[in-house]
């Protein structure tokens, strides 16, 4: 025979597979980072990384709606997208600085070389 006790146990596994999972505030905060980062680097220049961090940004924007809505758990994994979607971003405008840079230090120097001063005659 069942009795109330049994039923309680029968049925709270499925009420704690009901509960929300709690806001992703440090998830919110790591994909916001990710795409300051990447503006900050240059994203905007590339435009793989622009495409990108826009985005994330807007990724961000959907997650904090659902986060309203009570929707952590989406909410959170749309954070998770967003965070990786902004860290390719930096990578990629962190890639292109660098190839500028290394770029500009192979080419030959435009401007001639100092010449040395030339001595004064004392007349």
Same mark, same amino acid.
């Not at 770029?103 to 001639?112: D, G, V």
């Given at each position: 025979?069942?009795?109330?006790?049994?039923?309680?146990?029968?049925?709270?596994?499925?009420?704690?597979?009901?509960?929300?999972?709690?806001?992703?505030?440090?998830?919110? @905060?790591? &994909? $916001?980072?990710?795409?300051?980062? %990447?503006? =900050?680097?240059?994203?905007?220049?590339?435009? #793989?990384?622009?495409?990108?961090?826009?985005?994330?940004?807007?990724?961000?924007?959907?997650?904090?709606?659902?986060?309203?809505?009570?929707?952590?758990?989406?909410?959170?994994?749309?954070?998770?997208?967003?965070? @990786?979607? &902004? $860290?390719?971003?930096?990578?990629? %405008?962190? =890639?292109?600085?660098?190839?500028?840079?290394? #770029?500009?230090?192979?080419?030959?120097?435009?401007?001639?070389?100092?010449?040395?001063?030339?001595?004064?005659?004392?007349?």
């Amino acid at each position: 025979m069942f009795t109330r006790k049994h039923i309680g146990w029968a049925v709270l596994p499925l009420v704690a597979a009901c509960a929300s999972a709690p806001p992703p505030t440090d998830r919110m @905060a790591s &994909a $916001e980072s990710a795409v300051r980062a %990447a503006k =900050e680097v240059g994203s905007d220049q590339v435009p #793989q990384a622009q495409l990108l961090v826009k985005l994330a940004q807007e990724q961000i924007d959907k997650a904090k709606k659902l986060s309203e809505d009570g929707d952590d758990e989406q909410a959170s994994a749309m954070l998770q997208r967003a965070t @990786a979607d &902004a $860290e390719l971003g930096l990578a990629m %405008a962190r =890639e292109q600085a660098a190839k500028s840079s290394a #770029q500009k230090a192979t080419q030959p120097s435009q401007t001639p070389p100092a010449a040395a001063p030339l001595p004064q005659s004392q007349n």
